[in-house]
Each structure stands twice: as C-alpha cells, then as structure tokens.
C-alpha cells in the first residue's frame, strides 16, 4: 500500500506479510531478524526501511515509497551504455548488504526500480526468504522468478551471496542480449536448464559485445558457486573497468 507516515508526514510504502505468518512462529522471528538487519542498510542503491510496525495483528514493514518504473518496464528499452549502468548499481548495492551478511535471494527485473532522478534501486531486502522464493517446488512461484534463480536454489540448497551473483549474471544477460540465458518452456525445463545447460556466450546472440564483458558476465553464471565470481564488488569493479576501457576505445576511434 501507499500511505502517509502522519508522524512524520511523508509517503511510504506499507508491506503486509502473508496470512500464514503467525505471531509467535519461527518463520516471524526469523523475518524480524531479516528485516532489522536490512533495515541497518544505508546505501543509495537499496530501497531504505523505516520500521516494521503491527496493528489488528498484521505485521507490515514500512519502507521508503519510490517512485518510477521497475526493470521489468524498463529492460527493453536500455541501451548498453545504460544496461551497463544498471548492473553497476545494482552489484554495488549488493555488495554493501552482502558485506553486511545479508542476501537478499530474489534478484529480478521486479525486484529493481528506476527513480525517477535515475538511480536504481533494489526493493525487498529481507522478504524474499519469506515467500519461500527459494524453493521451486513452492506454489505461486512464476517462471519469471524461476529463471532469475541460481542452480543451488533450484536444487532446494544452501545459499548465500554467491547466488545473488548468480541472478544479477541472469539480468546482465538480459538487458546486454534482450532474451534469458535460461529458456525452459515451463518451470520444471527451466530448472533444468538452469542445473545443467550452460549459458550461451552472450557474443552469440549480439555479435557486438566485447570477449571481456562476455566473460564478466559468463563468470557470474558459473553453475559451481566456488567458479562463480566471488563478490558483488568485484562485479561493480569488472563493470566499471570495462564500461572505462570501452569508453576510451571509442575516444580513440573517434579521434583520427
């Protein structure tokens, strides 16, 4: 929901957890925990909490209300300068939770939203363990989100920041290539795939993108997390060297 923080007299946007999440669960405590700890994130690439409040015995976060289109609207329409500017965003915002021991296990174009001042912003930190995004085999899970997740998540495993990794890779993909690395025609194939098809070099399908940002990208869609790249951070670094090294070879081209 919308709402006005009268309190404070600013708009917010008001999160209600599902039914099934009782007072007194361990599903509850365990999504307390989350949410104070993504609520101590301060980092301008991630969606701010401001409190996690109950009334008539609903519990609710209240988090920053931002306004702007999601990457869903936006992924078809970017051009590889901004896909680029994108994915250094978001890794950057990841690796500033991740460094705070926190994942956030539900990557997708859904998941990040364009202000309208044109940063990015990754939504939901601390919720996605709660709507059971990690297991497929949950119901009310869409292939949307089953071709964002990493091959341990499908496989019902242990996560942790590697598998984020692994979905910014799938959204990198995306946005550089306009189609998923993963293409199961339901979630099941999908899964498959996601286990044990790897991904096309994104060269083959846009003959313009670079070995390197090729390899940038095919490193975080390593199947074995132990191949995967290691870090958000080294992302947002790799990113940022490539979109520099790019930028100067234009320069060059440009300049007889």
Not at 16 to 36: I, M
Not at 45 to 64: L, P, R, S, W, Y
Not at 188 to 207: F, G, H, R
Request: glycine share 8%; proline share 4%; net charge negative.
């Amino acid at each position: 929901y919308k709402a006005q923080d009268t309190n404070l007299d600013r708009i917010v946007a008001l999160k209600f957890l599902p039914d099934h999440v009782s007072a007194g669960s361990a599903e509850l405590e365990r999504f307390l925990q989350e949410a104070k700890a993504a609520a101590g994130l301060n980092h301008p690439n991630i969606c701010t909490i401001h409190g996690i409040e109950q009334a008539d015995g609903k519990n609710f976060i209240v988090m920053e209300y931002v306004e702007g289109q999601t990457l869903q609207e936006k992924k078809s329409s970017l051009s590889m300068k901004q896909a680029l500017d994108v994915g250094i965003q978001i890794a950057e915002g990841l690796a500033a939770a991740h460094e705070k021991g926190i994942v956030h296990r539900d990557i997708k174009p859904e998941n990040i939203m364009f202000r309208k001042d044109g940063r990015v912003q990754i939504m939901d930190f601390g919720l996605a363990k709660l709507r059971g995004a990690s297991r497929l085999t949950k119901d009310g899970s869409t292939v949307g989100t089953a071709g964002y997740m990493s091959p341990e998540q499908v496989q019902g495993m242990e996560t942790d920041h590697r598998s984020d990794i692994f979905s910014l890779g799938v959204l990198l993909f995306e946005m550089l290539a306009g189609q998923l690395p993963f293409k199961g025609v339901h979630e099941t194939a999908m899964a498959y795939e996601i286990v044990n098809v790897d991904s096309p070099p994104l060269s083959s399908i846009k003959p313009d993108i670079s070995p390197e940002l090729d390899s940038i990208v095919l490193e975080c869609l390593e199947k074995d997390p132990n191949e995967r790249t290691q870090s958000a951070k080294q992302v947002a670094i790799d990113l940022k060297r490539h979109k520099r090294e790019s930028s100067r070879s234009r320069l060059s081209r440009a300049i007889p």
